[in-house]
C-alpha cells in the first residue's frame, strides 16, 4: 500500500542553520504530495503542497520539489528562525478518493 | 473567516463509556475528514464525509462511527471507550473531496481524549 517514510527526528538546528527534512512516498499513480507543521499543542497548518512532478511548493521561506524520479519530497529552508520549531509531516494524496496519508512526523528544535 | 472548530477541546473518559466529538468546517466547505494522532501510530485516517455521505473510511474498528448533518458539521462517536483510544482526534475540511487535486484541507486544533 501507499507510505510516506520521513527522516528519523528530533533535528536540533542553531537559528539560521540550513534545513533539510527528507521524505520519501510509495504509491502507485501520481499522488498530491504536502508538508504541514503543527506548533505545539495546535492542529495541522498547510505549509505547502504540490500536485505533479517537479513542480515546487514554497511558503514561508520553505521550499520543496516533487521528484517523481527519486519519489521524493524534501523540504528546505535556507536560514531556520527559533519560532520554525514545530513538527513538521510529509503526506500524500490520491485523487482517486483516499485520504491523506501521512509520515510519522519530523521535530525540529531551534535554538537562539 | 471562522477555521474549522472542535468541541470539546479536552475530554476524560472512563473505559468502557462513549464519546461525542463535534466538528464545524469552514463556512462553504462540504467535505469533513476525521483523523486520529497517537504517538506510536501517527497520524491515521479515520473516515471522510461529503454531503452527508461517507467517501471513505480507515482501518478502525466498527466502535468508530460518524455522520454528517446538511450543514455539514459533523461529529463522530467512539463506543465502548479502551485505553488505546486516547488521542487527539483532528477534523479537516476542504470545499470539495479532501483528495481532488487543488483543494486545500484546513485542520482544527483538535479534540484531546483520554481514556482512564
Known amino acids: 500500500g501507499d507510505s510516506v517514510t520521513q527522516m528519523e527526528g528530533p533535528v536540533t538546528l542553531s537559528e539560521e542553520a540550513f534545513l533539510t527534512i527528507n521524505c520519501t512516498y510509495t504509491?502507485?499513480?501520481?499522488?498530491?504530495l504536502f508538508w504541514y507543521v503543527q506548533y505545539p499543542g495546535e492542529g495541522l497548518q498547510l505549509l505547502l503542497k504540490?500536485?505533479?512532478?517537479?513542480d515546487k511548493g514554497s511558503n514561508k521561506g520553505f521550499e520543496a520539489t516533487y521528484r517523481k524520479e527519486t519519489t521524493s519530497f524534501h523540504l528546505e529552508k535556507g536560514s531556520v528562525q527559533v519560532s520554525d520549531s514545530a513538527v513538521y509531516f510529509c503526506?500524500?494524496?490520491?485523487?482517486?478518493?483516499?485520504?491523506?496519508?501521512f509520515g510519522k512526523g519530523t521535530t525540529l528544535s531551534v535554538s537562539s | 473567516k471562522a477555521g474549522v472548530t472542535q468541541t470539546p477541546r479536552y475530554l476524560i473518559k472512563t473505559r468502557g463509556q462513549q464519546v461525542t466529538l463535534s466538528c464545524s468546517p469552514i463556512?462553504?466547505?462540504?467535505?469533513v475528514s476525521w483523523y486520529q494522532q497517537t504517538p506510536g501510530q501517527g497520524l491515521q485516517f479515520l473516515f471522510e464525509?461529503?454531503?452527508?455521505?461517507?467517501?471513505n473510511k480507515g482501518n478502525f474498528p466498527g466502535r468508530f462511527s460518524g455522520r454528517q448533518f446538511s450543514n455539514s458539521r459533523s461529529e463522530m462517536n467512539v463506543s465502548t471507550l479502551e485505553l488505546g483510544d486516547s488521542a487527539l482526534y483532528l477534523c479537516?475540511?476542504?470545499?470539495?473531496?479532501?483528495?481532488?487535486?487543488?483543494?486545500?484541507?484546513?485542520f482544527g486544533e483538535g479534540s484531546w481524549l483520554t481514556v482512564v
Open positions: 504540490a500536485t505533479k512532478a517537479d
Open positions: 503526506a500524500l494524496a490520491h485523487q482517486a478518493g483516499t485520504a491523506l496519508i
Open positions: 464525509y461529503f454531503s452527508e455521505t461517507q467517501r
Open positions: 463556512s462553504g466547505h462540504r467535505s
Open positions: 479537516a475540511s476542504s470545499l470539495g473531496s479532501a483528495t481532488q487535486s487543488g483543494n486545500t484541507i484546513y
Open positions: 504509491a502507485t499513480g501520481y499522488p498530491s
